[in-house]
């Protein structure tokens, strides 16, 4: 086939225009009509411009020499009949039959052209047998011995005529003969060479569709030359889809180099290569854009390089030969392998972190009640002022609620993450519940020199949720920003309805969080900044129960901060919770980097703008 290629590349392209339209989608068939229409048509030329020259010479020729001179013109019929029909064994038949009549007419009516008679059936047989057709080679045995028989017959000469033709028939019958067995056996032969060829092809496609496996050609450039099988049409991939440059183009851009060196590796080393490369297969649509976007699927690609034999007269055209071999699913469940390692790896270190934390935050109120229990416990280490017994007592019992707040977060964080946490929606008012909880914050705000400041909307009065979730979020946010600004800095709440959802709003002027932190965050065994002489106390766990129960309303948080330029945290929830899914236990929190605009005067609360897009 290679060889064939490379001599049609040479042939005129008029050649084109002579062959049937359906040979354009095969290569050997284009190639075959080609080649009988070039034959064919040089002797039809030939003969047309012969036809002069005998008119000059012997003038107007009798009706039979018309019909030979008709007969001699069957090649060009047999160009016409293909041209029609594309039908290349009827197109042969015509030029046989031509040349087997024309054969007969010359010897039955012709004394003394026997040869060319002969020349004519030999010619004929020639064709019959590159037919490859045992019937079309005994038609013709059959046609050169009906002529032997009758030239055998004729008796212009007499009894001594008659022997000798006798004696040339029984000479060249079994010549014959011979060139029919021949004919014969190189049909038999070529007849088993294609059938061998189809069983091989089949069992390839049969074995390439059990294994599930694409298998290409390549040239030296790395363009496509032959699929076996229809495997890649699992993949929607037709063949012109992959055939030439088609297969390059669905290559990945990062992975084209390393096919070119496969297919380079292949050849110069002569020893089998390997890559990994991912193949454009379709595309699936963006659900927010509206546009395809490419799926590339992952492909082991081994290739191997194909020795000529000595068969060869040329150089092999697709020396390489490629087994595409879907790998995507391994490679995915890898890819899940290595990002469950790492996360199992990063909470391992944040559990580490927190048993650490909250071992310091369990010891210090801890110490602190049992020493000063010791103390007023103690004839000789009790105070003898009253004043002085009532101040260890309140620090007993701010060390105690303060462990309680500790025990009771981890309990919430414990719930929320096993499903347990339940939430209980009842009417109430929205702007007291803030007033309340800003009340709560006031004297830890005021020791921090910290400005609490409220904005809540006049035309939100209730809302139906948990309320003592609510107020948990609301404490946690109000706390972790008034504990994270500094003095003369400035937290603010804000409230507004916003359609059939509650925006709740706290922003702060504090130290911010960094952008590596800030896409960790909340998560429950994360603190940003941790370590065990932080500069501020606490378990980290506030924000983690915050998107636990906003979760759990069916709301939305999303954080907007950057390093000092402060933190605004938003929350939504709905209006009215009776209605949300309690079995959606988390949410996740959206992350903004803030802009450097908001530390050189704006407005925190300009940011909602920002932030609504996201929540």
């Known amino acids: 086939m290679g060889n064939m290629s490379a001599i049609t590349s040479t042939e005129p392209e008029w050649l084109d225009l002579l062959t049937h339209k359906s040979a354009s989608n095969d290569p050997i068939e284009l190639a075959r009509q080609k080649f009988f229409v070039a034959a064919r048509l040089a002797v039809g030329m030939t003969v047309l411009a012969f036809s002069p020259i005998s008119l000059l010479l012997y003038g107007i020729p009798s009706p039979q020499h018309a019909a030979q001179f008709i007969l001699a013109l069957t090649p060009l019929i047999a160009i016409v009949v ?272 927190f048993l650490a934390n909250v071992s310091h935050e369990l010891r210090t109120p801890l110490n602190a009640i049992i020493g000063f229990s010791e103390m007023l416990a103690s004839e000789e280490l009790e105070p003898r002022e009253a004043e002085k017994r009532r101040e260890y007592a309140n620090i007993i019992r701010d060390s105690g609620i303060h462990l309680h707040e500790v025990v009771s977060m981890i309990l919430d964080m414990s719930k929320i993450e096993s499903g347990s946490m339940q939430i209980f929606p009842e009417p109430f008012s929205l702007p007291k519940l803030v007033e309340q909880c800003c009340d709560m914050i006031q004297i830890k705000a005021d020791q921090g020199q910290v400005t609490l400041a409220r904005e809540c909307r006049g035309d939100l009065e209730e809302v139906v949720a948990d309320k003592r979730a609510c107020k948990q979020i609301l404490l946690n946010l109000l706390s972790n920003a008034v504990k994270f600004t500094p003095p003369r800095g400035t937290v603010t709440v804000r409230s507004r309805p916003e359609g059939n959802s509650l925006v709740l709003a ?10 590596d932190d ?27 129960v915050v998107r636990g129960l906003v979760g759990l309303h069916g709301g939305a948080i999303a954080v907007e901060s950057a390093l000092k330029l402060g933190t605004t945290v938003t929350v939504r929830l709905p209006l009215d919770g009776r209605s949300c899914d309690q079995g959606a236990t988390t949410t996740k929190i959206e992350t903004i980097a803030r802009r450097h605009a908001a530390a050189q005067g704006e407005d925190i609360g300009q940011d909602q703008d920002r932030v609504k897009k996201i929540a």
């Open 506 to 515: 706290v922003s702060d002027t504090g130290i911010g969080i960094g952008p």
């Open 518 to 544: 800030l896409a960790r965050l909340g998560d429950p065994f994360f603190q940003a900044s941790s370590s065990h002489d932080r500069s501020y106390e606490g378990t980290g766990l506030g924000l983690s």
């Open 82 to 353: 293909l041209k029609q029909t594309g039908n290349s064994r009827l197109a042969e038949c015509v030029s046989i039959f031509g040349w087997a009549a024309l054969a007969a007419d010359v010897g039955a009516s012709t004394q003394g052209y026997e040869a060319v008679s002969l020349t004519l059936l030999t010619i004929a047989l020639l064709e019959a047998a590159l037919t490859m057709e045992i019937g079309m080679v005994t038609a013709v045995v059959g046609a050169i011995l009906a002529l032997i028989a009758l030239e055998v017959s004729r008796n212009p000469y007499g009894p001594t005529g008659v022997a000798a033709r006798a004696d040339v028939a029984l000479f060249v019958t079994p010549l014959m003969m011979y060139m029919a067995a021949l004919a014969a056996g190189a049909i038999f032969m070529a007849h088993a060479r294609v059938l061998a060829d189809q069983r091989n092809a089949r069992d390839l496609r049969l074995l390439t569709s059990a294994i599930g496996d694409i298998v290409v050609r390549f040239d030296r450039t790395g363009a496509v030359s032959s699929i076996v099988g229809d495997m890649h049409k699992t993949y929607g991939l037709e063949t012109r889809d992959l055939f030439g440059r088609g297969f390059f183009r669905r290559v990945h851009v990062a992975d084209r180099p390393a096919f070119l060196k496969l297919v380079s590796d292949a050849i110069t080393d002569n020893a089998p290569a390997h890559a990994v490369l991912r193949l454009h297969i379709g595309g699936i649509e963006n659900c927010l854009g509206g546009y395809l976007e490419p799926v590339f699927n992952y492909f082991d690609a081994r290739t191997c390089h194909i020795e000529p034999t000595s068969e060869d007269t040329q150089e092999i055209e697709a020396p390489v030969l490629c087994i595409l071999r879907d790998v995507t699913a391994a490679h995915r469940a890898e890819e899940e392998i290595a990002a469950a390692r790492r996360q199992s790896e990063l909470a391992m270190a944040g559990k580490t972190r």
